[in-house]
């Protein structure tokens, strides 16, 4: 999984800045997760970057402040397209789908929050580049 992130980060490029913009990550993975912390900022113009796993600390902080971009990481988009429950989910979200996840986000976030989804590692990066609105480069 790190070795296509960082494949997806080398054709993605670097460049621009987004420290001003906050991106929040929601995987299934906490290793991955805890990787991404220091990993993505750097790949991402410098964002203000958050990584979850867990659905009580995603809502909690969707609640709380507000984000330019939400990402579903590719771990949870798998588990969405295999019909199956994304790990990390709660009494309230056990066995929601990626479809009512976003209708979620959106009641916390409103519409103009940008959300990314994609079941590979290596389109990660440059999704999240172009909903930041960073140059792709």
Known sequence: MFAEAAEGAASAGRGGDASHKRLIARGCDPVMAKHSLKMMPPLLGNVHFAAVTEDEDFFALLAKEKWDVVLFAPGACRWDRAKRPIPGGNAETH??????????????????????????????????????GLPPA
Do not use: C
């Not at 989804?117 to 389109?123: H, L, V």
């Open 95 to 132: 066995g929601w789908t990626l479809e009512q996840y976003r209708a979620k986000v959106r009641e916390l976030q409103g519409d103009a929050v940008a959300i990314v989804e994609t079941t590979e590692e290596r389109e990660m990066v440059g999704l999240a580049r172009r909903a930041l």
